[in-house]
């Protein structure tokens, strides 16, 4: 058995992608996969959706992850245009 390769061809990918929407309760048309940075494919995806509010969750890190890693919901607020519900999981 060979090694596991982190790279995933886009048929792949996507099958991964619409398994993991329906565990989540997400139709397959709600699930969008870019690997354009969210910084750039986000607010792009936004305007194409005409979303009027972004569900994001957000992991809890400690003080010196958060510095050097930053946080994505962060990054984000100042990038859109719409209302934000960011979700802590327990």
Do not use: Q
């Not at 992608?17 to 699930?31: P, S, T």
């Not at 992850?65 to 994505?72: E, F, K, M, Y």
């Amino acid at each position: 058995m060979g090694v596991y390769s982190l790279i995933m061809n886009e048929e792949d990918r996507n099958a991964k992608l619409v398994e993991f929407g329906k565990k989540a309760g997400v139709e397959v048309e709600n699930c969008h996969w870019t690997d354009t940075p969210i910084e750039n494919a986000l607010p792009k995806l936004l305007d194409k959706l005409d979303a009027s509010v972004v569900v994001m969750g957000a992991i809890s890190r400690s003080g010196l992850d958060r510095v050097l890693i930053g946080s994505t919901a962060e990054r984000l607020l100042d990038l859109i245009d719409r209302d934000v519900l960011i979700v802590k999981p327990d």
